[in-house]
């Protein structure tokens, strides 16, 4: 079975920092796109930032861009999410998600993703 575990959530003051693993398993990581979306009450989930299979290609949504970093380590099928520059804004519930067939690039990330784990909450207190 797929399996995606977010974790290091949690309640920070504006400017500070988080970061945010995912941990997989039960899949070829390797051949998955990743990707970390976020869910603030009554508004959409909308794709926070995402890696693309094989060649690691990178999207970032503007409003994190520059404050947001998404990286992987291979060995052990991990997914990570560095948080700087923290607002209220960004207080959501994180989650990471994967999915085999989807490509991404700068510039594009879907909305759907196959595979969708729980999430982790993040607070930014002003």
């Known amino acids: 079975d797929v399996q995606l575990q977010a974790s290091g959530g949690g309640l920070v003051r504006a400017g500070g920092s988080l970061r945010l693993s995912c941990a997989t398993s039960?899949?070829?990581?390797?051949?998955?796109?990743i990707a970390w979306f976020r869910q603030a009450p009554g508004k959409q989930r909308q794709p926070v930032s995402c890696i693309n299979k094989g060649d690691s290609r990178t999207f970032y949504r503007d409003s994190v861009k520059g404050r947001f970093t998404i990286s992987n380590d291979n060995a052990k099928s991990t997914v990570f999410l560095q948080m700087d520059s923290l607002t209220p804004e960004d207080t959501a519930v994180y989650y990471c998600?994967?999915?085999?067939?989807?490509?991404?690039?700068?510039?594009?990330?879907?909305?759907?993703?196959?595979?969708r784990g729980q999430g982790t909450q993040v607070t930014v207190s002003s």
């Open positions: 998600a994967a999915d085999p067939y989807i490509s991404v690039d700068s510039t594009w990330c879907p909305y759907e993703f196959e595979f």
């Open positions: 039960g899949f070829a990581f390797g051949k998955y796109t």
